[in-house]
């Protein structure tokens, strides 16, 4: 049915009052921000810190306004010279406001801790359910939010992915004999919550050349096992590749397309053909 607001003359016709009703909904709902899954890899004695303070500047420098869910213990607030005091595990337990759990980083970047909720939620779905809760309640009004978790809690993806899954998902893959066979049981776990279009793997504690030998077996695993699509997007130790993959995946996330212009300072600004 077709709800013209003015018929012949300029006279108001009414249009179907469903229709209308679901406008005004849309016109007072919050926006759905950009849920980007992070799963890091074994624990690397703190080494993630630094990286995910690059991805999330690189968020920030897009203009989107950024919240990092710390569910991996990395510590993304040290890396930006903040002390942590509380987790969403506090707030949960009413030991501090809601809005004491999270940190200001700057204007626009806030860090919330969330590991240890994480872990009292362990695989009851009850938990998992107040987990994303508390999450979402405490990313009202941001454009991005990073979803740094252990590599086998892809499982408490499924809250937040919604009915069309997630466009991107971040995988670190690092070395030795189990780090291939890692990366696919985490990205194995994750698809069993949510459905993926590209998985980005990161590639920490080697060098390039290992790397690329690395992902070409991950990407041959992926397709074969899995079908999931991969792709190369560098090492946590390239700023510089950081910052491109934040460009692309922050283009994919625009409404209509996934192709952007970028300005000089490379900040995604429309849509082009």
Known sequence: ??????????RPVRGDPQ????GLRRMFEVPEPQWLPVLLGPERDGSDAPWLATLARACVDQGARTVVVDAARAQVAAAFGLRARYDLAHAFNGDCLPSDACSA???????????????????????????EAGVRALSQRADCVLLALPGHHGNCLAGFSGTGGFADAIVVAGPGPRGPMAAIETMRSILSAADIDTFRLLFQGMDRG?????????????????????????????AAAIRRL?????????????HARGTESGKAVEIVS
């Open 210 to 238: 290992c790397a690329g030998s690395l992902y070409s077996k991950l990407a041959a695993l992926a397709a074969r096992e899995l079908g999931a699509r991969t792709s190369d997007a560098g090492s946590v130790q390239d």
């Open 105 to 131: 980083a700057g204007a626009n970047l806030r860090i919330l801790p969330a590991a240890r909720a994480l872990e009292h939620a362990g695989r009851s779905k009850q938990r998992l359910r107040r987990f």
């Open 246 to 258: 934040v460009r692309l995946v922050r283009c994919r996330s625009i409404p209509g397309g996934g």
């Open 19 to 22: 229709d209308q009703a679901a």
């Open 1 to 10: 049915m077709l709800d013209r607001s003015c018929g012949p003359g300029g």
